[in-house]
Nanobody
Framework: QVRLVESGGGLVQAGGSLRLSCAAS????????MGWYRRAPGKQRELVAQ???????NYADSLRGRFTISGDTAKNTVHLQMNSLKPEDTAVYYC?????????????????WGQGTQVTVSS
């Protein structure tokens, strides 16, 4: 089993910064992509940013420039630096990992999710 543990959420004033971290634990797996999604009240979950493979990154267009993802899929960790936060960034942020695990017939790929961490930006 793969477990994702998030940290770093909280309450911040508009214009402030927060850094989220996520670490995956378990055994017998490798991660091909790792990143962050968020779900704001009354909205669908959306991609924030993702690391794919060794160094490829993918961002939501609206967040590029304010948010920076870093980490190492080989080390099973990912961080999200969020700057110039706005009230509309208020959401529950979820860590996601695309996990590959060996099976008797080859391998399987599954999505794993953290429990979510609340980020609240006050105006």
């Amino acid at each position: 089993q793969v477990r994702l543990v998030e940290s770093g959420g909280g309450l911040v004033q508009a214009g402030g910064s927060l850094r989220l971290s996520c670490a995956a634990s378990g055994s017998g797996f490798s991660i091909s992509a790792m990143g962050w999604y968020r779900r704001a009240p009354g909205k669908q979950r959306e991609l924030v940013a993702q690391i794919i493979g060794d160094d490829s990154t993918n961002y939501a267009d609206s967040l590029r420039g304010r948010f920076t993802i870093s980490g190492d899929t080989a080390k099973n960790t990912v961080h999200l630096q969020m700057n110039s936060l706005k009230p509309e960034d208020t959401a529950v942020y979820y860590c996601n990992a695309v996990v590959d695990r060996p099976t008797s017939w080859g391998s399987r790929t599954d999505d794993f999710w953290g429990q979510g961490t609340q980020v609240t930006v006050s105006s």
